[in-house]
């Protein structure tokens, strides 16, 4: 059992910058993929970005060029670095685990919103 815990959540103007924080209750060392999604109210939960244990990342059209996964294995903990923020990143962000291919794991999510 993997317990995910996100922050780093909060209220911005557009613009500016967030990093959210995904962390591990244990070793995330040899995990398949870790990944960001994000639901905005009203609509489904959606892919933002992902990194493998390889790390090769991988984002979505929307994110792309502004947001930066990356994983620190030392502190079991994955990281969101969301710059130049609009009102549609508006959303919860949650962390997803995928250790193995049989097993997944999710966050509880941090909630991100951007004002115009």
């Known amino acids: 059992q993997v317990q995910l815990v996100e922050s780093g959540g909060g209220l911005v103007q557009a613009g500016e910058s967030l990093r959210l924080s995904c962390g591990a209750s244990?070793?995330?060392?040899?995990?398949?993929?870790m990944r960001w999604y994000r639901q905005a109210p009203g609509k489904q939960r959606e892919f933002v970005a992902s990194?493998?244990?390889?790390?090769?990342?991988n984002y979505s059209d929307s994110v792309k060029g502004r947001f930066t996964i990356s994983r620190d294995d030392a502190k079991n903990t994955v990281y969101l670095q969301m710059n130049s923020l609009k009102p549609e990143d508006t959303a919860v962000y949650y962390c997803?685990?995928?250790?193995?291919?049989?097993?997944?794991?999710w966050g509880q999510g941090t909630q991100v919103t951007v004002s115009a």
């Open positions: 997803n685990a995928v250790p193995s291919t049989w097993s997944a794991y």
């Open positions: 244990g070793s995330i060392v040899g995990f398949i993929v």
């Open positions: 990194i493998t244990r390889s790390d090769s990342t």
